[in-house]
């Protein structure tokens, strides 16, 4: 199936992003420098077959696997397995930045609601709302979740985002790292145990799958992300639930050579080319009837 990919450029600094419709995914970011900021695999399916593999994948309503064993929801929800549509009349292109909106009505899911649990039944209700924008040295993605059901929900949501690792040194702690997670309580998803970050920074040198916690009254991610030999990126993450800040907690993800293998989109040769740093809302936070919630990253090359 063929799905429109949309180019947004800002004029004045030239930078550009492009967005696929299946999931609103942000296939690209490219700064005014002329730096390509995120990954995506080249085996990524594009077709809608699966989600994609890069870019920012949109995680909602669930991070990971279902918890209720007999739900059929597909692994981090379905907010990335559907096509959303563009807000009418949001592309803008102005002298501070460009962007565009972009649309899930959850009437239209069709795919992914899983069975057994309230999106399936129609218990819940929402309307996602992406809000993308860019400057010449900045990528900013605001995710919308509003409650427009009868009945409040519990949630999760994440920003899956991949980034390019220059010059294949994923695995050069030197080159590639993540600083600004000190206090945070680590849970390695591999070894099933914690431990906390201290101020050395986070370095890939095997498959890692890490979900940090920030300490108590920390509510904004504030990174210093190592891509590459000169390069860093700055990513500052927030959350509100219903108006009040919420702690935003992040995923360091890179599958290394036999996961990478294992999963068919993604090339077993490609794993030193990213890393993966996702911010989220992983509380399981409860929306109610009506309200809003949000979640912010600002993506600095
Ligand atoms: O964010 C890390 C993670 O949960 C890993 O455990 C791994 O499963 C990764 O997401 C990719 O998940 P996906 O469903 O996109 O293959």
Known sequence: MKFAVKEIKHTKSGASCRIHEFGATVLSYTSAARREILFVSRDAKLDGSKAVRGGIPLVFPIFGPPKDESSTMPQHGFARNN????????????????????????????????????????????????????????????LNIHNTGEEAFPFEALFHTYYSIDDHSAMDGSKCFVQGLEGYNAYDQLTKRNKMIGSEPITIDSELDSIHTPPDGIYIADLLIGVGATETIKLVCSGKVD???VPVSVVVWNPHEKKAASMGDFGSDQYVDMLCVEPGLLRGDTLDAGKKATMKQIIAA
Do not use: Q
């Open 243 to 245: 108006g009040r800040e």
């Open 83 to 142: 096509v959303w549509s563009t807000v009418e009349g949001s592309e803008f292109d102005e002298d501070d930045s460009a962007g565009i909106s972009y649309e899930l009505d959850f009437n239209k899911v069709t795919a992914g609601k899983g069975t057994n649990n309230s999106w399936e039944s129609g218990c819940y209700n929402v309307k996602l709302i992406l809000d993308i924008s860019i400057t010449g040295d900045a990528l900013t993605t605001i």
